[in-house]
Every structure is written in C-alpha cells, then in structure tokens.
C-alpha cells in the first residue's frame, strides 16, 4: 500500500521561504511521477510540480515557475518543493502525489516529465497525502 506523508508546511511572511518534504513508502514500480499539487481556499485542486523518479527534468505551473523547484531524493521515496519568494496567493494545503509509469525506463528522458506533466495537469495521479497547510501573509 502506498504511502505519501507531507511535512515542513507553517505559516510565513511575503517573500520568505519554506521547504516541504514528502516522504513515500509502498512504491512497487520501478518509476513514479511525482508532483506537488495545492488547494487554496475556495479554489480547485491544481497540480504546481512535478518530477519522474530517476530523472532530473521537471515541470511547472506558470503560476510558480522561477519561485518553486522540485526536486527528489537520492533514495527516490523523498520529494521536496522549495518555495522561495512566496506571496498570499500560495496559501494553500500542498498535497504530494505519485502516479506508476510503469514502462520508463531507470534514468528516463525528459519526455517522461511531458507524460508526468499531462497527468498533473488533468489531477490524474493515484496516490495521494493528507497535505500540509502553507500560509503566506502579507
């Protein structure tokens, strides 16, 4: 059974940083999508990240491109998002997700990130945690 717990959400000022941690157990494929995804009050769930295990390309919403990044761990269970430069419309609860890509390869190509990509932006991924809640104040 897969597992995906957040942690390293808080509440911070305009233009400070916070560091979110997803740590992922119960994997079976070899490869995973991974992304961040956030729900703000009164708003729908919309994916802001995402990375496939192994490879070192990613994918980002407009919204928080050149502010966020994404990145995992060498052991690829851990799931990070840097938020750096953050405002009040980050506020949100930020969820980790994982979805099986079953046929990539050990180190895929960056057109893995495009497949991840799609399923994020659709919100077709199959795992999912409980989140962590981000406020920004200004």
């Known amino acids: 059974q897969v597992q995906m717990i957040e942690s390293g959400g808080g509440s911070v000022q305009a233009g400070e940083s916070l560091r979110l941690t997803c740590t992922a157990s119960g994997f079976t494929f070899r490869s995973y999508c991974m992304g961040w995804f956030r729900q703000g009050p009164g708003k729908e769930r919309e994916g802001v990240a995402t990375i496939i295990t192994g490879g070192n390309d990613t994918y980002y919403d407009d919204s928080v491109k050149g502010r966020f990044t994404i990145s995992q761990g060498n052991d690829k269970n851990t799931l990070y998002l840097q938020m750096d430069d953050l405002k009040p419309e980050d506020t949100a609860v930020y969820v980790c997700?994982?979805?099986?890509?079953?046929?990539?390869?050990?180190?895929?190509?960056?057109?893995?990130?495009?497949?991840?990509?799609?399923?994020?932006?659709?919100?077709?991924?199959?795992?999912w945690g409980q989140g962590t809640q981000v406020t920004v104040s200004s």
């Open positions: 997700a994982a979805k099986p890509a079953a046929q990539a390869p050990e180190f895929p190509g960056p057109e893995w990130v495009g497949y991840c990509a799609a399923a994020l932006r659709r919100r077709g991924y199959n795992h």
